[in-house]
C-alpha cells in the first residue's frame, strides 16, 4: 500500500478497477501519476527499485506520453491523437534528418558568441532550417531511405493539390538543436527562431490535427566530451544546458521550463545521479514561477533520496542571470545547501 504514498507532489493515484496500474494492469497495490508509474509487481524495466519501510520493494517506471505498454491497453487513461514513434525510431530519423542539413555561418556565430567552440558545435549537432531546399523534398528522401515519419514530432501531413497527401514541416528560419535522452538519442529538436516575435524557442512538434504529434516539454542531457564532475546539474533551457556541461565538464539536463521540471525527474533517476545541483536563473526574487518549479523539484528529488544542491553566483547584470553566461563570464559558482 506505501507505493502510493512514495511520491506526493504530483499525487500518485492509487490503482483501481477504472485506472489500472499502467504497468502491471493489476487493479490494487501499485500507484501511478502523469509521468512515474510505481508498480509492485513488475521490475523489468524500472528505472529504480525501492525498497519500502515494509521491506516492500516498489519498482518505479516512467511513463511517457504516448509510450505503449505490452498487454495493456493505455488510450483511455492518457488519451492523445498521434501515438509517439520510440525513442530509437525518432532518434533514427532526426539523425538522417540532420545529416541532410547544414548550418548557415550566422547561426555557427551565434553559437560561437553564446561561447561555444566549434568542436563543441558540431558535436552537438546544431543545424538550420533549410532555406533554400523544400520542406517536402527532404520528407521525401527521409521516406525514400525507409524512414517512417509517423510518430515523428514536428513532420506533419499537408494536403496536395492533386489528392491526397506528403509528408512535410514548418520551415520558418532559425535553427535546431538537438535534445537527447540519458543515453545519447536524440528524442526532439528545440527550435531557435531567427523572427523572436513569437519566442526566441518554439519546439519541433505539433499539427495534431494534420497527422503530427506533440514531443511534449522532453528535458535535454547534455553531456560534455568529458565528465569531470560526478554530480548531475539541472538548468532551464536547453542550449543553456549544452553550454553549462562545456564549461563545468559536468552532465546537465536542460528542463523545457523552469515550470517544466516534471520530465526532469525520471532522467535524474535513469542517470543514477546520487546528487544534483539545481542552476536555475537567478531571477528568482522576482520570477515567482522560476521559484515555485525549482521548489516542487527540489522536494520531489529529495522524495527519492537524492541531494539537492543549488548554484549561486552573484550575477552584476541582466546578461549574467544565466548559468551559462556566468559560466562564460567567468563569475565565480558557489554550491550551497544539503
Ligand atoms: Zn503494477
Not at 533549410?130 to 521525401?140: A, D, H, L, R, S
Not at 543515453?183 to 512538434?205: E, H, T
Not at 564532475?229 to 564549461?247: C, M, N, P, S
Request: aromatic share 8%; charged share 30%.
Amino acid at each position: 500500500m506505501g507505493a502510493a504514498r512514495l511520491l506526493e507532489h504530483e499525487v500518485f493515484r492509487k490503482a483501481s478497477r477504472r485506472e489500472p496500474c499502467p504497468v502491471c494492469g493489476h487493479p490494487d497495490w501499485c500507484g501511478f501519476n502523469s509521468y512515474l508509474c510505481s508498480c509492485m509487481r513488475v521490475g523489468e524495466g524500472a528505472i529504480k527499485h525501492i525498497t519500502l519501510s515494509n521491506g516492500q520493494v516498489a519498482h518505479l517506471h516512467r511513463l511517457q506520453p504516448g509510450r505503449v505498454i505490452p498487454g495493456q491497453d493505455r488510450e483511455d487513461l492518457f488519451p492523445r491523437e498521434a501515438p509517439l514513434a520510440p525513442a530509437d525510431a525518432r532518434d533514427r530519423v532526426y539523425r538522417h534528418f540532420l545529416r541532410l542539413l547544414d548550418l548557415h555561418p550566422r547561426h555557427k556565430e551565434e553559437l560561437i558568441r553564446r561561447g561555444l567552440s566549434e568542436g563543441e558545435i558540431k558535436r552537438n549537432g546544431y543545424k538550420s532550417i533549410p532555406e533554400q531546399v523544400n520542406p517536402w523534398i527532404i520528407c521525401k528522401k527521409l521516406t525514400r531511405s525507409g524512414l517512417d515519419l509517423a510518430g515523428i514530432p514536428g513532420f506533419y501531413r499537408a494536403e496536395s493539390k492533386y489528392g491526397g497527401s506528403y509528408w512535410t514541416f514548418n520551415s520558418s528560419p532559425g535553427y535546431f538543436i538537438p535534445l537527447r535522452d540519458t543515453k545519447g538519442r536524440i528524442q526532439a529538436l528545440q527550435r531557435r527562431m531567427d523572427d523572436k516575435r513569437n519566442g526566441k524557442y518554439m519546439l519541433f512538434s505539433g499539427h495534431s490535427d494534420r497527422g503530427g504529434c506533440s514531443c511534449g516539454t522532453p528535458a535535454h542531457v547534455a553531456r560534455p566530451g568529458e565528465v569531470k564532475d560526478g554530480r548531475v546539474w539541472i538548468t532551464e533551457g536547453q542550449l543553456k544546458a549544452d553550454i553549462a556541461a562545456a564549461y563545468l565538464s559536468a552532465v546537465v539536463i536542460g528542463a523545457q521550463g523552469a515550470t517544466s521540471w516534471k520530465p526532469v525527474v525520471p532522467e535524474v533517476l535513469e542517470l543514477g545521479a546520487r546528487e544534483i545541483v539545481i542552476a536555475y536563473d537567478r531571477d528568482q526574487e522576482t520570477n515567482k514561477e522560476v521559484a515555485r518549479g525549482k521548489r516542487m523539484l527540489a522536494a520531489e528529488l529529495k522524495k527519492l533520496g537524492i541531494t539537492v544542491r543549488e548554484a549561486i553566483w552573484r550575477a552584476r547584470s541582466k546578461e549574467e542571470k544565466g548559468i551559462d553566461d556566468a559560466l562564460v563570464a567567468g563569475l565565480e559558482i558557489r554550491v550551497v545547501g544539503s
